[in-house]
């Protein structure tokens, strides 16, 4: 998958900072919107798609890129 309508790298930010960009980046995404974000293995891979979910928010896929990063499609509101 590589259609997205929004994207945001959050590799460079930190937890709690990382959601906060996120939740930054939906509001500039209209429901029902592809907003694709590149994370960091660790905690954010661990905790952004839960809380995502959490939103009411669908994730369509996770893929790796084999860099130490990972790539999170998500459909806002999950329409």
Known sequence: ???YDNYID???AVCP???VKVKVALERTDDGK???IKL?????IQNIPRSLKDEGH???KIENNGDGTY???VVKNGL
Not at 40 to 44: A, L, M, S, T, Y
């Open 1 to 3: 998958m590589s259609e």
């Open 10 to 12: 959050i590799t460079a």
């Open 17 to 19: 900072i990382t959601f």
């Open 34 to 36: 592809i907003l694709y």
């Open 40 to 44: 960091n293995d660790g905690e954010p």
């Open 58 to 60: 669908k994730v369509v």
């Open 71 to 73: 790539g999170l499609y």
